[in-house]
């Protein structure tokens, strides 16, 4: 149906970049919603930032001005791009697509890839 595949996740060091990519497939209906979630160890899983398909964002206030969500919508592709980040960062980033299906909507999520910040 809508299958969501991660990438770029990796351990960094306290200040450094990552980019994180998450590429969709499948049966897609062009109006939706992407965003990023992550979930730290012993905490419940939250919100980084989302997009729409007419680049509406919104992001978690801890991540302003260090963290910038885009997308593709040629390649239905989203993307994260992680600058001067903090060890609080940690956590494991799954990727979230949002949209109708009937008279309700659908939800689908990726795998999931390991953010590691760290001296």
């Known amino acids: 149906q809508v299958q969501l595949v991660e990438s770029g996740g990796g351990l960094v060091q306290p200040g450094g970049s990552l980019r994180l990519s998450c590429a969709a497939s499948g049966s897609i209906n062009g109006i939706n919603t992407m965003g990023w979630y992550r979930q730290a160890p012993g905490k419940q899983r939250e919100l980084v930032a989302v997009?729409?398909?007419?680049?509406?964002?919104n992001y978690a206030d801890s991540v302003k001005g260090r963290l910038t969500i885009s997308r593709d919508n040629a390649k239905n592709t989203v993307y994260l791009q992680m600058n001067s980040l903090k060890p609080e960062d940690t956590a494991v980033y799954y990727c979230?697509?949002?949209?109708?299906?009937?008279?309700?909507?659908?939800?689908?999520w990726g795998q999931g890839t390991q953010v590691t910040v760290s001296s």
């Open positions: 979230n697509l949002r949209s109708l299906r009937g008279s309700g909507t659908a939800q689908y």
């Open positions: 997009i729409t398909s007419v680049f509406s964002t």
